[in-house]
């Protein structure tokens, strides 16, 4: 792990009371205004529910196949310039995900008319199809973000996602690399209770495979995982959670943990386990 940039602690040098209460001033502010103008700035299009893994704690319930009333990749093109004719693109982030949205037939297509119609887009994905040639066709599609999913080390990764499906995110960031990606990479934790003691030892895998952005959040007993109550961390496991993202935070290293979710996380949290306060940024 790396030293973080300082510029970003200047705030924690106010007093904590004052820090505490000029964050919460600005985000009504900002919040009254969203209210206000309802500004467009969060697309997430959902392309598929297929997917290449069947973790067992899915909260979609993805599996092998799309789903019968899956919309094409042509017509979520549709969509996307009927967005682009009503709203400036330019300021309106699009989020592509799954199910494995590479999977997703045509999926290109969509990708490069989202860049020709001005939209900032990026993908969540689980990496496991990545290969030098399609890294090198996100790259001249103008993604200008990607979220891998690596829930874990390896060996508790792989034995919840499936046999080999970490090495294969360890291959797509190298891929990804070598292609001249230059957007935001990240890696994305959803963390399950067997991967709660392992969080200081998933951070220093994420630091070892040079990825500067790490979001974690709890597992969500819904879809399969609802089924599954051994997997989703309890009250204490949450909490462990939010205190170790907070203690990581400040201690000058990276990556620097951002938890994910968008609930309000009580006054001892906010504003300490994420850069932004209580909201979803899409609804």
């Known amino acids: 792990m790396t030293t973080a940039p300082a510029g970003s602690r200047l705030a924690k040098l106010l007093p904590p009371s ?13 919040m009254s205004a969203l209210r206000r103008d309802h500004p467009l700035r969060y697309l997430f299009l959902e392309v598929t529910r297929r997917c290449n893994l069947a973790c067992v704690y899915c909260g979609s319930g993805c599996t092998g196949r799309e789903q019968p009333a ?8 549709e969509v996307a310039r009927q967005v682009a004719s009503d709203f400036d ?7 592509v995900t799954g199910g494995e949205p590479l999977l997703k037939d045509g999926v290109f297509d969509l990708l490069r008319e989202l860049h020709r119609l001005g939209f900032p887009y990026g993908m969540v994905t689980n990496g496991q199809n990545m290969n030098p040639a399609l890294a090198r066709d996100l790259v ?31 291959d797509a960031i190298r891929c990804l690399k070598e292609a001249g990606f230059e957007g935001k990479l990240e890696v994305i934790t959803t963390v399950t209770t067997p991967a709660l003691p392992l969080l200081d030892e998933m951070r220093r895998h994420v630091a070892a495979m040079r990825v500067p952005l790490w979001r974690v959040a709890p597992v969500m007993p819904i879809g399969r995982a609802a089924a599954r109550p051994d ?27 951002e938890f994910s979710e968008e609930g309000f996380v009580g006054h001892r949290f906010e504003g300490m386990v994420r850069p932004y306060l209580c909201q979803c940024r899409a609804g």
């Open 18 to 30: 004052l820090r505490n209460r000029l964050m919460w001033r600005r985000h009504r502010a900002r």
């Open 140 to 170: 001249a599609a103008g993604i200008g973000s990607i979220s891998l999913s690596l829930d874990a080390p390896p060996e508790v990764n792989d034995r919840l996602r499936g046999r080999g499906a970490a090495a294969r995110v360890a």
């Open 231 to 257: 997997l989703v961390p309890d009250a204490s496991g949450a909490r462990a959670i939010l205190e170790y993202v907070r203690a990581a935070r400040s201690d000058g290293l990276l990556p620097s943990p």
């Open 70 to 77: 899956e919309l094409s990749s042509a017509d979520f093109i």
């Open 89 to 95: 693109a330019r300021r309106v982030m699009v989020a």
